[in-house]
């Protein structure tokens, strides 16, 4: 992927000089260029194009602020309800993730959701245990994170 990325970047700089126009147009133009070549070339390359792993990358980043958002909206509501009648849990988290950069990064949207945040992580690197301000399903929530950013960094990691 990298390296399509700055073939691409090459391809767009030499395109600037060929024009001999140093404008962020032509910059732009040069690279859409590059991004047709490439993806006429893409069978020379062993990995797909790095544009699904950039959109995949969009995605995770889209439903971050979505669930930044319901959840912050989720605290809010508990914040202002007259009686606190929540149900603080703790729970483990299997995770399919492999990769050390995986399971940080999932850590850390997790923590950084309002409501929840990743205490400890197993030795073996496979179980994230969870504190969570208000769950009524522990099943659900580990669903939830499962089909959503689980699946999300599958995505961005496996693309």
């Known amino acids: 992927m990298a390296f399509q990325l700055l073939l691409n970047f090459f391809i ?3 395109w600037m000089f060929m024009s001999t126009s140093f404008t962020a147009s032509t910059f732009i133009i040069g690279f859409l260029i590059g991004l047709l070549l ?5 069978r020379f390359f062993p990995d797909r194009l790095y544009i699904w792993r950039l959109w995949a990358t969009l995605k995770l980043a889209l439903l971050f602020f979505k669930e930044l958002t319901l959840s912050n909206i989720s605290v809010l509501q508990v914040v202002l309800r007259p009686k606190m009648d929540i149900q603080p849990m703790i729970f483990a988290l299997p995770t399919d993730l492999e990769h050390d950069w995986e399971i940080t990064l999932l ?6 959701t309002p409501g929840t945040i990743v205490l400890n992580v197993s030795d073996d ?3 994230l245990y969870i ?3 208000d769950v009524d399903d522990v ?3 580990i669903d939830s994170i499962k089909n959503s950013f ?3 960094i599958k995505e961005v990691s496996r693309a």
């Open 12 to 14: 767009a700089l030499v």
């Open 38 to 42: 490439i993806i006429m070339t893409r």
């Open 107 to 112: 850590s850390s949207l997790i923590t950084l």
């Open 125 to 127: 690197q496979k179980t």
């Open 131 to 133: 504190h969570a301000i």
């Open 139 to 141: 099943e659900d929530a």
């Open 150 to 152: 689980e699946k999300a």
